[in-house]
């Protein structure tokens, strides 16, 4: 789950009555001013921060009660509904959370932080509900925020996220560079600022940022995996194998670190090794079937081919078009001599899109 550490919107006397006299002067409140209904704003704004000292406390039961006391009294003041907002949000009252932060940027049209809360809500509820598409809120929501001076790291960090998903990877890498200009210790922000160099193939510049996400963040394990895989595109498999198992010193458990530096040993050469990480990946994973193909591949290379069939048989049980598995089980009923076998396989597996298996149709009749 995503997750942002929300700050308390605190505001002093000075401040409170600022605004409450800027609100007068645009004729949103009372029109008369009276010593009573200053000293009816003064309580306001002592309610108003005794919701802040709870929620501090992280008791919200409590907040909510002084913020509905805050809005009952002065239905204009916008930072309370803020502050619900965030109460409701870490709830996972997304909805309620979205409404609390309009009703926030309506009454004051430059509160740059209720525009980001609302954005990064709206984004959060769309993770929550795992689309698999670009989510509804875009890097243009996070512009308000920007826009209207609220500019913190996370405000550049989710819109460069926004922006990645949307396309713009060289936008995405500026707006990753900004939050860590304001922040030199962002460890996350290294990360995906190194996923998007990845993605462009700058594997150097992906590997720099994230082994600067791994020294801010030493626990991270998707830096060390992702520093790994950079590696071995550039066919330094050696040190990927280290990372991956800096990874694993981290999780023992993860499933891309174990599985991806099965297959760095399998190019190694190491197949005792390979062969143990895959079955303990199997082990948190048992219906992988990436997993259980790999496991398939080094028997073929051990040469225990009925082995390896019937790996790659337990792939296919769990899906039948994983066409690397429909590939290797040609080959291997190649070795077996199992020539008819073997076509038939290359054959769906060239009907899957492996370019591979074209070549070795050449063979058959």
Same mark, same amino acid.
């Given at each position: 789950m995503l997750k942002y550490k929300f700050k308390p919107y605190k505001m002093n006397s000075k401040q409170f009555l600022f605004v409450f006299f800027l609100l007068i002067s645009l004729g949103i409140s009372a029109q008369n001013i009276d010593a009573e209904k200053f000293s009816q704003n003064k309580t306001v704004l002592k309610t108003y921060?005794?919701?802040?000292?709870?929620?501090?406390?992280?008791?919200?039961?409590?907040?909510?009660?002084?913020?509905?006391?805050?809005?009952?009294?002065?239905?204009?003041?916008a930072p309370a509904y803020n502050e619900r907002g965030k109460i409701f949000h870490i709830k996972e009252r997304y909805g309620d959370a979205i409404a609390e932060f309009e009703k926030a940027t309506d009454l004051d049209q430059n509160f740059g932080e209720a525009y980001f809360n609302k954005a990064f809500t709206l984004f959060v509820q769309d993770f929550e509900k795992m689309q698999d598409s670009i989510p509804s809120v875009t890097s243009g929501d996070f512009d308000k925020a920007i826009a209207h001076e609220y500019q913190v790291p996370e405000a550049f960090y989710y819109r460069g996220l926004l922006k990645q998903l949307e396309g713009d990877i060289d936008g995405a890498i500026d707006d990753y560079s900004k939050a860590i200009d304001l922040n030199i210790k962002y460890a996350k922000a290294y990360h995906d600022r190194g996923a998007a160099k990845r993605s462009k193939g700058d594997y150097q510049g992906a590997i720099y940022d994230f082994? =600067?996400?791994?020294? +801010? #963040?030493?626990?991270?394990?998707s830096g060390y995996v992702n520093m790994g895989d950079a590696k071995k595109s550039l066919g330094d498999y050696q040190s990927a194998e280290r990372d991956y198992t800096d990874a694993l010193k981290v999780d023992s458990t993860n499933l891309s670190a174990l599985n991806n530096r099965g297959g760095t040993r399998y190019i190694l050469g190491n197949l005792e090794g390979a062969f143990d990480d895959f079955s303990k990946a199997l082990t948190y994973s048992p219906q992988s079937v990436e997993v259980l193909s790999n496991l398939g591949s080094i028997?073929? =290379?051990?040469?225990? +081919? #009925?082995?390896?069939v019937d790996w790659f048989n337990q792939a296919l049980s769990i899906s039948n078009k994983y066409a690397p598995a429909i590939l290797n089980r040609g080959l291997t009923y190649e070795l077996q001599g199992k020539v008819d076998e073997a076509c038939a396989d290359w054959r769906t597996a060239a009907e899957l899109g492996m370019e591979q298996a074209k070549e070795y149709l050449k063979e058959c009749k």
């Open positions: 921060n005794r919701a802040i000292e709870r929620i501090l406390q992280q008791d919200y039961y409590s907040a909510l009660f002084f913020l509905d006391s805050v809005v009952a009294a002065m239905p204009e003041y082994r =600067l996400a791994v020294t +801010y #963040d030493p626990k991270l394990v028997e073929q =290379l051990k040469g225990n +081919y #009925d082995g390896a």
